[in-house]
T-cell receptor, first 115, second 113 residues
């Protein structure tokens, strides 16, 4: 089955700096790669996702890059703000068809943005 | 997007007992997923629930411990049976919007004492 590795496990940055979180996956059939933000005591929320036919996607301060050959993808957050502090999870899926996405999650990164 | 209602939101249970968690979606979906998130850990898929067929369990999870029902296209239940303190976790149900974004319920925080 799919295996997703995520680094670093903790990341501390100064407000306004950039943060980068990296993930690798093992299943070459995976074609969908979402990133989730989970604040303490809350459910995971999708912040950005990318499909395998795209190398990069950007949404305001957040971007994701995908290298299918190397089987790795990264989350980039620019101009970090204190409200970006949370746990971030990457995930990978090959899709199940018929309206299903079986996600394999990375181990998570605790991001702390310091004033 | 899908709105998912999950209950209970939290519970404290005695070891050896069972708890049934309910998940209600505001639209019909083919597949529903149940995840476990142990304290400070990532999400691990327990099983995929299809309407009209038995759930498909991931390695390490068995039907006797985590029986699942899926009576219709908007509802599912997960039972945690014969609980032990090691079952203390957050349990989340999830559905997909087509083949893309996965939406999560608010989770059930289970503590077994």
């Amino acid at each position: 089955g799919e295996n997703v590795e995520q680094h670093p496990s903790t990341l501390s940055v100064q407000e306004g700096d950039s943060a980068v979180i990296k993930c690798t996956y093992s299943d070459s059939a995976s074609n969908y790669f979402p990133w989730y933000k989970q604040e303490l005591g809350k459910r995971p929320q999708l912040i950005i996702d990318i499909r395998s036919n795209v190398g990069e996607k950007k949404d305001q301060r957040i971007a994701v890059t995908l290298n299918k050959t190397a089987k790795h993808f990264s989350l980039h957050i620019t101009e970090t703000q204190p409200e970006d502090s949370a746990v971030y999870f990457c995930a990978a899926s090959s899709g199940l068809g018929g309206g299903g996405n079986k996600l394999t999650f990375g181990t998570g990164t605790q991001l702390k943005v310091e004033l | 997007s899908a709105v998912i209602s999950q209950k209970p939101s939290r519970d404290i249970c005695q070891r050896g007992t069972s708890l049934t968690i309910q998940c209600q979606v505001d639209s019909q979906v083919t597949m529903m997923f149940w995840y476990r998130q142990q304290p400070g850990q990532s999400l691990t898929l327990i099983a995929t629930a299809n309407q009209g067929s038995e759930a498909t369990y991931e390695s390490g999870f068995v039907i006797d411990k985590f029986p699942i029902s899926r009576p219709n296209l908007t509802f599912s239940t997960l039972t945690v049976s014969n609980m032990s303190p090691e079952d203390s976790s957050i349990y989340l149900c999830s559905v997909s919007g087509g083949e893309t974004e996965a939406f999560f319920g608010q989770g059930t925080r289970l503590t077994v004492v």
